[in-house]
């Protein structure tokens, strides 16, 4: 094995910024860009991800390189997809020069991750991402959705956000990402990291969320029937469930009978339901 320079080829703080100043990278909020400058959080990050030999990852947004060079040498592949026109062609080169034993390890696909609709290779196991806090949600619900074949998850997003996926029903926070994440699996808030760990530092600590797949709850309306339901549900949170579904059953009557249908008390409100009831109800949509 070649070795790398400071052992395991991680990434410094000083590293980091010697090879954003190289390629000329100034992080943007724009593009959700903080890179992670310590070693031991990328460590953490793998570890919690519970990944092995087997594993097939992918990961969102890689900038650097720094969580890329930890999941390298502890599973078989990593599927790096990058939007960024610059940090994408530069990352396989960095792993090159710091782990040349593991370059064979890494794709990088220049994409925007929202757009994907396949990737390289074998199917992937697992998400293990510093996922941009602009667009976290929608990018963990999207490769849920299409890569079924992903098991596990370890994401880390912003605090309040890790706060809002592992929420359960009646928290004050549980809403449209709590329901959508449970659709696919059990979630939970694995873990805390403060925010000096990021170059440059955000405003907002973070979370690390861990999902395990699991069988969606038993119903014959589709994933989009339910989350039309879900979102009707959430557009006027403070609303009733016969109010808030009027516009998606078609009147408040008609609201009405489909809960009593599905079970479900039509005075309660949206958060105090879980993704179960919300299927069962999208099962009984008059018409």
Avoid: C
């Amino acid at each position: 094995m070649v070795s790398a320079p400071g052992g395991d080829g991680l990434l410094g703080a000083a590293d980091i910024r010697e090879l954003a100043d190289r390629l000329g990278v100034r992080p943007t909020k724009q593009k959700g860009q903080n890179f992670v400058i310590d070693g031991n959080t990328v460590r953490r990050i793998v570890r919690t991800a519970e990944v092995g030999p087997e594993d097939v990852v992918i990961e969102v947004g890689p900038g650097l390189g720094s969580l890329t060079l930890a999941l390298l040498p502890e599973v078989s592949r990593v599927v790096a997809v990058e939007i960024d026109d610059v940090l994408a062609p530069a990352l396989a080169a960095t792993v090159a020069d710091r782990r040349p034993d593991l370059v064979g390890r890494l794709e990088v696909v220049h994409a925007d991750a929202l757009r994907v609709a396949s990737l390289p290779g074998p199917e992937p196991t697992a998400l293990v991402a510093n996922l941009p806090y602009n667009v976290s949600v929608p990018v963990l619900l999207h490769l849920l959705e299409t890569f079924p074949s992903i098991r596990r998850v370890l994401v880390m997003v912003q605090l309040e956000v890790a706060d809002r996926l592992a929420a359960g029903p009646g928290s004050k926070v549980y809403g449209v990402p709590s329901v959508k994440a449970r659709w696919y699996g059990d979630v939970a808030l694995v873990g805390k990291v403060g925010r000096t760990v990021f170059w440059p530092a955000p405003n907002v600590d973070s979370g690390l969320v861990g999902l395990t797949r699991t069988q969606p709850p038993r119903t014959t309306a589709s994933q989009a029937e339910v989350f039309a339901v879900v979102d009707a549900a959430f557009a006027q949170r403070r609303k009733t469930l016969r109010a808030a579904l009027a516009g998606w059953a078609g009147s408040a009557a008609l609201a009405e009978e489909a809960l009593r249908a599905a079970g479900v008390d039509p005075s309660l409100r949206g958060e105090q339901l879980d993704v179960a009831d919300f299927a069962r109800i999208a099962a009984h949509r008059p018409g």
